[in-house]
T-cell receptor, first 115, second 114 residues
Framework: EAAVTQSPRNKVAVTGGKVTLSCNQTNNHNNMYWYRQDTGHGLRLIHYSYGAGSTEKGDIPDGYKASRPSQENFSLILELATPSQTSVYFC??????????????FGAGTRLSVL | GDSVTQTEGPVTVSESESLIINCTYSATSIAYPNLFWYVRYPGEGLQLLLKVITAGQKGSSRGFEATYNKETTSFHLQKASVQESDSAVYYCALGDQGADRLTFGKGTQLIIQP
């Protein structure tokens, strides 16, 4: 079964600390995405990737880095976490071609609190 | 830029009543928008509910329907008779043909009263 798994599911971090959010997909999709969801906002795209070794900036990339070391894994890195990065983060995978065209598959989300 | 506006929640509906969640879009950079409804049940990630990639067509799934209206730039979600299990957050989204990137609305929380 196609799946996107995020870890951790919940994280409490301190201001100025480094946080890494991980995402693994078994869909064999080329594209992967990191979104954040805040009250009063739709999902906003932070970074995305077209494949291993590729990362692209989304709409709100400031304060975040991304890493795609393999087809399956896509990480979001907060080098110096700030309270404004407190949010729920969603990872997704998708592909342009094939049966899953135009469909994104999401993980269950990571709730991050930066104190 | 592209944007999606949907009914502000929470929306409360009694079981077996009808439902409509409004969605309108602005696609300034996309020549042929594809439209989507995603749903997020408590504790889960978003999952695709339905999608329509051709103007004038209707999509349907699990009793929900939405028609892609290019003239009114709308993609309203409807259901004739809701169930308690429909309680969730619903997101309208807009993408290009390749759907490399989706633009999401703010989400509408739906609460079904028994």
């Amino acid at each position: 079964e196609a799946a996107v798994t995020q870890s951790p599911r919940n994280k409490v971090a301190v201001t100025g600390g480094k946080v890494t959010l991980s995402c693994n997909q078994t869909n064999n999709h080329n594209n992967m995405y990191w979104y954040r969801q805040d009250t009063g906002h739709g999902l906003r795209l932070i970074h995305y990737s077209y494949g291993a070794g590729s990362t692209e900036k989304g709409d709100i990339p400031d304060g975040y880095k991304a890493s795609r070391p393999s087809q399956e894994n896509f990480s979001l890195i907060l080098e110096l976490a700030t309270p404004s990065q407190t949010s729920v983060y969603f990872c997704a995978s998708g592909d342009r071609l094939g049966a899953s065209q135009n469909t994104l598959y999401f993980g269950a989300g990571t709730r991050l609190s930066v104190l | 830029g592209d944007s999606v506006t949907q009914t502000e929640g929470p929306v409360t509906v009694s079981e077996s009543e009808s439902l409509i969640i409004n969605c309108t879009y602005s696609a300034t950079s996309i020549a042929y928008p594809n439209l989507f409804w995603y749903v997020r049940y408590p504790g889960e990630g978003l999952q695709l509910l339905l999608k329509v990639i051709t103007a004038g067509q209707k999509g349907s799934s699990r009793g929900f329907e939405a028609t892609y209206n290019k003239e009114t730039t709308s993609f309203h979600l409807q259901k004739a008779s809701v169930q308690e299990s429909d309680s969730a957050v619903y997101y309208c989204a807009l993408g290009d043909q390749g759907a490399d990137r989706l633009t999401f609305g703010k989400g509408t929380q739906l609460i079904i009263q028994p």
